[in-house]
């Protein structure tokens, strides 16, 4: 079974079927909610044996230029892309 998604799954759903054995190898999940904003970056979880998945992620990958991730390793942002940090802010005592 696959969950192919325009919006990210709740962090909940997919904690369950990441650390459950019986459902990962079973159904993949395909967050394409980064690809909707525009980047082509799609977050995947898929430790099926399924042809058909695997072509359709090589699919993205050679139609679309999209890259695929492991859902909870997202790549680090560039740096035009990371917020400024906040000052701390001193008590001046």
Known sequence: MAWV????????ITRIVVKS????????IYD?????AGKPIC????ETKSVVFHEFEKFLAIE??????????????PPEFVP???????LGI
């Open 43 to 46: 977050l995947r979880q898929n």
């Open 5 to 12: 998604l325009p919006e990210a799954p709740s962090e909940s």
């Open 32 to 36: 394409l909610s980064e690809v909707y």
């Open 64 to 77: 679309y230029d999209i890259k695929l991730w492991p859902i909870y390793k997202l790549p680090p942002l």
């Open 21 to 28: 054995p019986q459902l990962s190898r079973r159904i993949a």
């Open 84 to 90: 400024p940090q906040p000052e701390k802010l001193g």
